[in-house]
T-cell receptor, first 114, second 111 residues
């Protein structure tokens, strides 16, 4: 599989629970991005990594959100104490540093907080 | 300054028509303007992109027109087909950073 893989595809959780999503980028892509997309809106930037270093975080990324990319390969996004407002599609994208046009998005994880 | 404003919100055309989607930006530091196509349940997929030193770019049935002085760019889909029915997003990026997306246009092409 040469695409960006995200798991799970869907997650339903009760308010207050913690959830973790995983993104497996294209293997040679050293940049990895997380976006959040709510219904009827465009994706909004959350954070990005170059290899294992987290280089930028959006103000949208509250203290309840944490992302890691421990070995510069896959990444995880954890949301603690979920709130109903966290319900959204969480998208991961990756690219190489040099291929500046080559953002490839995964199919996302749809989170529903009930 | 980081916003990209997209219009219309939705668009319905007959097969063979030429839907046009428009975007406007404020940040003159933006240096890359892609368009993405998204089908339900899927992530956005790159359709076509342009840099600000070019006024027009064509790839197949898709054309980007770019007006640097007006800070506007648009997507034209020639000979539209029902399979083009999807949500289209414009985006912009500066200095190799993250993409800033418009709010999307839901296109329906009637058979």
């Amino acid at each position: 599989d040469t695409g960006v893989s995200q798991n799970p595809r869907h997650k339903i959780t009760k308010r207050g629970q913690n959830v973790t999503f995983r993104c497996d980028p294209i293997s040679e892509h050293n940049r990895l991005y997380w976006y959040r997309q709510t219904l009827g809106q465009g994706p909004e930037f959350l954070t990005y990594f170059q290899n294992e270093a987290q280089l930028e975080k959006s103000r949208l990324l509250s203290d309840r959100f944490s992302a890691e990319r421990p070995k510069g390969s896959f990444s995880t996004l954890e949301i603690q104490r979920t709130e109903q407002g966290d319900s959204a599609m969480y998208l991961c994208a990756s690219r190489t540093t040099t291929e500046v046009y080559g953002y490839t998005f995964g199919s996302g994880t749809r989170l529903t907080v009930v | 300054q980081q916003q990209v404003k997209q219009s219309p919100q939705s668009l319905i055309v007959q097969k063979g028509g030429i839907p046009i989607i428009n975007c406007a930006y404020e940040n003159t530091a933006f240096d890359y303007f892609p368009w993405y196509q998204q089908f339900p349940g899927k992530g956005p997929a790159l359709l076509i992109a342009i840099r600000p030193d070019v006024s027009e770019k064509k790839e197949g049935r898709f054309t980007i027109s770019f007006n640097k002085s007006a800070k506007q760019f648009s997507l034209h889909i020639m000979d539209s087909q029902p399979g083009d029915s999807a949500t289209y997003f414009c985006a912009a990026r500066w200095s190799a950073r993250q993409l800033t997306f418009g709010s999307g246009t839901q296109l329906t092409v009637l058979p």
